[in-house]
């Protein structure tokens, strides 16, 4: 298996602890101990296997609305990299301070762009940093600009 297979393979792992096993705990098994998650546009996430842990199992898993969908529009693959491009589909339904920090559920149906870069290091994931429109999401939201 090249490095670049490798690392899909585990992005695959840790992307079913998130959102399909919701276990924080296999999700931060795919990663560094040094790790880290940062949401850019709202500055959420969290930093080493403690901190990142704590949020995975705190804010993130338990934020996501059932009725989340994750649709790949776009992949590139190195043996150091993987950058995505998707288009995320929700109904806030749950708060989700790492999306809408501090704004409670507003039923409203979000779709938007995102781009996640992982990195990865030593056989694992070293961190991510996902990237969207902010202005889009509270545009979508009935929140102001």
């Known amino acids: 298996m090249t490095p670049a297979e490798a690392n899909l393979r585990l992005w695959a792992d ?26 850019m546009p709202t500055g959420i996430g969290g930093k080493g296997k403690d901190g990142l842990r704590a949020f995975y199992r705190d804010d993130f898993i338990p934020s996501i609305p059932p009725d989340w969908t994750h649709e790949l529009l776009n992949r590139v693959v190195t043996d150091n990299y993987i950058v995505e ?3 995320l589909k929700l109904t806030h ?12 559920p507003t039923g409203k ?26 202005a889009d999401v509270l545009r979508q939201a009935g929140l102001p600009l």
């Open 14 to 39: 840790h992307l079913k602890g998130e959102f399909v096993d919701h276990d924080a705990n296999a999700t931060m098994d795919t990663m560094v101990d040094d790790c880290y998650v940062m949401h």
């Open 85 to 87: 491009e998707a288009m």
């Open 93 to 104: 339904t749950r708060r989700m301070n790492w999306l809408l920090p501090g704004v409670p």
């Open 109 to 134: 149906r979000i779709e938007f762009r995102a781009v996640i870069f992982v990195e990865f290091r030593d056989g694992k994931i070293a961190n991510e940093r996902i990237y969207w429109d902010q």
